[in-house]
């Protein structure tokens, strides 16, 4: 593998603030700031975090999965005082979802390692599982291959309620593997297919859900790395978070009042909102007749509403203490909660997630606590041969494709090769033929105006048809050199397709399915660095 760095400004001017022009204003610490790693470890080391608790249900929860000796010593090192963690997170999508959902493993991993060496204490990679979002088609598809362009293929089920946590949402056997079968079968057989199927049908279970199919996967993919998971759904979990729960129950109007006031004052210097929010919303969710109802707080009555229920806050209180497994956090509340639970040196962030931490700085120093160091994630485009010899052969710029795309670089080809002569004539003609009609028009008005509509009908149905010359002509053009204009495809579908980065929609299988399991570890095992660059791998 060779791999190059790109440095591409995002379409985002608070992250291209953040990232390139080392602007930390909106957080407390900037990544690429070594003098900022210890100055939040110390700050770290001066709180209190339930370790102990904390990594007796990590061990609990992950046993199911295989446990590595690797695994072993991070939940040992969670337990100790000077240890502190590299976390970040992502929905639990079916085959692990789009790349960038791997991409955040490696860079938890690589981060991991780097903050270990500078601080030479002991550092624990975990990954954070949105087992409690319930937005289903954000996790019951991947995109297969058909005819070389990439299209959407859903997992369809029937659910039990329509906002429940995926978590809580099982998969059928034998209608996953059905689809998984589909899936590889879009993908081309190779001489590693058998092997990654045999891989993913020993991840499957008769009982699981999205979020222990996912967990299942990442774990055997990187459990030699010491990697942590997390479901942030999971029960036992909640018993730990009671506390915090507390704490955001009594303060939820002022949290909503100060992500508003941080809200207006970015807006103010020209930056747009991530989270939607009113004044009215309490930034939790509460769990009733199986599925998840965001909380509204009146003001006026000092009532908290879960649809049609309303609450005291006393009485939430009491069904925190009862019940925490009912409640869940919210886009807001999230961030708070990890940091509440671990040590966190360093939260992994993709692009939107940048932007919507900035507005969660006066809630954490509401809290008294700081946010943790916010690190770019690992940005990578997988080059394959084929579509590299399509770029040298077009000569097109890579780093021009990841930005912009392909389809003006296809339109401008197309045009080089239209018969400028054809469009001339066409068009002269098109205007003597309007001429023309145009002295008809004048006669016939005078003589009938109910005539007039016939000419208008006329007319276009003419110029449509030179029109439709014109495009025939194209189409020829399209035909003749459909070899070139494929490369052109191909290029956009491998490294832009539906205008963004390729692992935004891509899925780690396809690689797995084209360079065999060992992909994913010859990958990881690169020498990257979370510094806010684009990655190519030329495969």
């Known amino acids: 593998m060779e791999v190059i760095q790109l440095q591409l400004a995002s379409k985002n001017k608070l992250v291209n603030q953040y990232m390139l022009n080392n602007d930390a204003s909106l957080f407390h610490y900037h990544f690429q700031k070594e003098e900022d790693v210890f100055s939040r470890y110390d700050e770290l080391m001066k709180r209190d975090f339930p370790r102990k608790q904390l990594a007796e249900h990590i061990k609990n929860y992950m ?49 991991a390692k780097e903050k270990k060496k500078i601080l030479n204490k002991p550092v624990v990679p975990i990954f954070w599982i949105a087992g409690e979002d319930h937005d289903i088609l954000e996790v019951n598809h991947v995109y297969k291959l058909n005819d070389g362009m990439l299209n959407k293929s859903t997992f369809e089920q029937k659910l039990r309620h329509k906002k429940q946590m995926v978590s809580k949402v099982s998969l059928n056997k034998e209608q996953l593997i059905a689809w998984i079968q589909d899936v590889f079968a879009s993908f081309g057989e190779t001489s590693y297919t058998k092997d990654v199927l045999s891989f993913i049908h020993d991840q499957i279970d008769e ?28 029960p036992e979990l909640r018993k730990i978070e009671q506390s915090y729960f507390k704490w955001m129950v009594e303060n939820g109007e002022l949290v909503t009042d100060l992500l508003l006031e941080q809200q207006q004052e970015l ?52 069904m925190v203490e009862e019940t925490p497994e009912k409640f869940s956090n919210n886009v807001v509340t999230r961030p708070l909660m990890q940091e509440f639970l671990f040590p966190t040196l360093s939260f992994i962030a993709g692009p939107g997630e940048i932007s919507y931490w900035a507005e969660l700085k006066k809630i954490f120093e509401f809290a008294e ?23 040298n052969d077009l000569r097109l710029n890579i780093e021009n494709v990841l930005i912009n795309g392909v389809e003006k670089d296809k339109h401008n080809f197309i045009e080089s090769l239209k018969d400028k002569a054809i469009e001339e004539t066409v068009e002269t003609a098109r205007t003597e033929i309007l001429a023309q009609y145009e002295k008809v028009y004048e006669k016939l008005r005078d003589f009938d105006k109910g005539m ?80 806010g660059n684009h990655y190519v791998i030329k495969l």
């Open 63 to 111: 046993q199911k999965f295989g446990m590595s000796s690797q695994i072993e010593q991070s939940i040992q090192h969670l337990k100790e005082q000077d240890s502190v963690v590299v976390i970040g997170g992502q929905q639990a999508g079916l085959l692990t979802g789009p790349l960038y959902t791997i991409h955040k493993v490696f860079s938890i991993i690589h981060d």
């Open 207 to 234: 009982e699981m859900t999205y979020t222990e199919f996912f967990a299942k996967i990442i774990n055997s993919c990187f459990k030699e790395y010491g990697l942590l998971l997390v479901d942030s759904a999971h």
């Open 267 to 318: 807006a103010n210097e020209g930056y747009g909102n991530m989270i939607d929010s009113d004044k009215d919303n309490f930034q939790l969710f509460y769990e009733q007749q199986g599925e998840r109802v965001l909380l509204q707080y009146d003001r006026k009555n000092e009532r908290v509403y879960a649809g049609e229920n309303s609450f005291a806050k006393s009485d939430l209180l009491h």
């Open 369 to 391: 606590i700081k946010m943790p160091i916010i690190v770019p994630r690992i940005n990578i485009t997988y080059l394959e041969r084929n579509i590299e010899s399509d770029l």
């Open 452 to 531: 007039l509509p016939i000419i208008d009908k006329n007319s276009n149905f003419i110029t449509n048809q030179l029109d439709y010359l014109l495009l025939k002509t194209e189409d020829a053009i399209k035909r003749k050199y459909h070899i070139v204009l494929n490369k052109y495809d191909r290029i956009g579908e491998a490294l832009y397709p539906f205008s963004g980065f390729q692992e935004r929609c891509w899925n780690i299988f396809y690689f797995l399915n084209q360079y065999g399991l060992e992909f994913i570890n010859e990958v990881c095992d690169e020498k990257f660095s979370c510094n």
